[in-house]
């Protein structure tokens, strides 16, 4: 009995130090290192947004039927805005990407302004309800953030009430209203920064200025016209959907 117990223990021993001795001869082999993800930002997309705009108006009024000057003033219009839009990225370069986007707001963006003027006050309305863009996108990556600067075509429609309050000693009444519909045209230019949250999904923060010119209005009811200056400032928060 000792003498195969004493057989067994030696058999045991020499697997294990056979199994020992191959390990050691086995090259040691690092696992592989992971590999960062790159997020690729080219496709179309769709979105929507909501932001806040805040417009100024220079207006300079004649009167209609000699030219000569009549006044000037200026006001502040300001307002919620909402829309969604379309668009395409191309990723150029590992960091570097170029894309053309569209977008359409409906917007309260309004202001009141009182001008007096003997033997009354005149009482503008204005109103910016709706703008849409058409604008080139230069973007600079870095993985799921990007980074980019816009700028394109500008179109607004803006609508204004005159009113002519005519005020004799102490008696004010309504006199001539003039209602005004009016499409502008213009330039916009803008910077914002946009975040990947998955493959499809991302965030977006922008920043717009948008330059409608000037146009002249014709105040019928009130014998003037208006040269009409308005610029306005937008910043937008939006969500897209990549395809």
Known sequence: MKKLIGIAVAATLGVASANAADLASRPYTKAPADVATVHDWSGFYVGAHVGYGWAHDDVTAYIRTTGALFT???????????????????????????????????????????VSRA????????????????????????????LYGTGGFAWGHVKARNEQVQ???????????????????GWTAGVGVEYALTRNWSVKLEYIH??????????????????????????????????
Do not use: H
């Open 167 to 185: 005020c004799f000693v102490v008696t004010c009444t309504l006199g001539a209203t003039d209602l005004i519909s009016q499409d502008r045209t």
């Open 210 to 243: 948008v330059d409608f010119g000037t146009y002249r209005t014709t105040l019928s009811a009130v014998n003037r016209f208006d040269d009409d200056t308005l610029l306005m400032d937008a910043v937008r928060i939006g969500a897209n959907y990549r395809f």
């Open 119 to 146: 033997p009354g006050v005149a009482r503008l309305d204005g109103k910016l309800n709706q703008f849409a863009t058409i604008r080139a996108r230069v973007g600079y990556t870095i993985n799921n953030w990007l």
């Open 72 to 114: 000037t003033f200026d006001f502040n219009q300001s307002g919620i805005l909402g829309g969604a839009q379309l668009g395409y990225n191309l990723q150029v370069a590992p960091n570097w990407l170029l894309g053309i986007e569209g977008d359409f707001s409906g917007a309260d963006i309004a202001g009141t302004i009182d």
